[in-house]
């Protein structure tokens, strides 16, 4: 495969261009969240993830502008997804972009998705065309869902509104999701993997830890270059300023293809969160 670095990036389908590694936030807020913002970008991430569900919006914003001001980074390096909590119809996801817009303080949005299929189809299809709209308006460059199941696509496309550039979704070996998969790389939207660390609750795993070993890495190590390897953006998340760094040095080892579909013989449809993908 092509030799990859934190600094690579993947096309999406409008165009757009993503860093194949980003950070994750969730359940961080306030202080905690800024630090580890700043701490990921010191550490060479340039791709940030947020929601409105996680309440810091603002701190990260905040610590993007930081971390400009002091390194010289412009803010055009540095990619911003946040998220539409609910799908509560056209008005409310289109005063809900904008409260993200101005609490994240970044001028603009990289990427915005609806979090949640939740909400019945009408209602996705509204807060969907408020999302495209407000991509019309200048206020998201690329536009994309998250949880989608294969029908929520499938209702999504039916519609004939533009497709997403992208679907984050729980994956990793132990939640394969074969079908959403096909689904994504059949119109090609990218794929952003949620968890890609499974939370931690598989690094004891055998196969995991084998790897590992051979490889000199850590269970996490492995797993996000298992990611890598399957075409997939992961987005792991830490509060710990070492796990933030030690997340980063997954590019001086590759998985053979065997180790590779190996591990994708572990599915066991684990859930490390919650999992709407099969929601009305």
């Known amino acids: 495969m092509a030799v990859l ?3 690579s990036k993947s096309k999406l389908r409008d165009g757009n261009e993503i860093p194949i590694v980003g950070f994750g936030t969730y359940e961080m807020e306030g202080r905690a969240a800024y630090n580890a913002v700043k701490w990921a970008l010191e550490a060479g991430y340039r791709n940030i993830d947020s929601a409105e569900w996680y309440y810091n919006e603002r ?4 610590a993007i502008l930081d971390f400009c001001a002091a390194s010289g980074v412009p803010r055009s390096e540095i990619f911003f997804t946040t998220k539409l909590r609910l799908n509560n119809g056209y008005a ?3 005063a809900a972009i904008q409260r993200s817009v101005e609490s994240c303080g970044l001028g603009y949005i990289d990427l ?3 979090h949640t299929p939740m909400g019945g189809p ?9 999302v495209l709209d407000a991509k019309a308006a200048g206020k998201v460059r690329s536009v994309g869902v998250s949880n989608f199941g294969v029908r929520h696509l499938k209702q999504l496309m039916e519609t004939g509104l533009d497709l997403p550039a992208l679907n984050q979704v729980d994956l990793h070996p132990f939640m394969t ?5 096909a689904l994504c790389r059949e119109h090609d939207i990218a794929l952003e993997a949620w968890a890609p660390l499974v939370r931690g609750y598989r690094f004891g795993h055998p196969s995991i830890t084998n790897l ?3 490889y000199n890495k850590d269970p996490a190590q492995v797993l996000l270059r298992y990611s890598l390897q399957k075409g997939y953006l992961p987005i792991p998340k830490s509060s710990s300023k070492q796990r933030i760094e030690s997340n980063t ?3 001086d080892f590759e998985l053979t293809g065997g180790e590779v579909a190996h591990l994708d013989t572990l599915d066991e449809e684990l859930v490390t969160d919650w999992d709407p993908t099969k929601c009305p």
């Open 5 to 7: 670095s934190l600094q």
């Open 59 to 62: 701190q990260c914003g905040r």
């Open 92 to 94: 409310a996801a289109t």
């Open 112 to 114: 915005f998705l609806l």
């Open 122 to 130: 009408e209602k996705r299809r509204e807060s969907w065309q408020a």
């Open 177 to 181: 999701r074969e079908d959403i998969v």
């Open 212 to 214: 590992a070993k051979k």
């Open 249 to 251: 040095q997954i590019f």
